[in-house]
């Protein structure tokens, strides 16, 4: 049964429907797996890396949130705005 769902999903193309509500839950991870490998090339010395990474991480999740506000702002007022 899953081999024949393996062989019929094309990637890129059929999108896996299992995380498609949950797809916000995963930008904690990226944001921490960005910020420990940026961190770790630019750090002269890694022994503050573990702080400097989740300080980073936090960061970027709060300015994706930021970001997402602001955009649905801005769709809300174009929508509703008579033009």
Not at 1 to 21: E, Q, Y
Not at 36 to 44: L, T
Request: some cysteine.
């Amino acid at each position: 049964m899953i081999c024949t769902f393996l062989l019929a999903w094309r990637p890129f193309l059929d999108p896996i429907n299992c995380l498609h509500d949950w797809w916000w839950v995963m930008l904690v991870p990226l944001a921490a797996f960005i910020a420990v490998i940026y961190k770790a090339i630019r750090m002269p010395n890694l022994r503050k890396l573990p702080s400097e990474a989740a300080v980073l991480a936090v960061q970027i999740v709060l300015g994706m949130i930021g970001l997402a506000i602001v955009i649905h702002v801005i769709a809300e007022t174009a929508t509703h705005s008579a033009l």
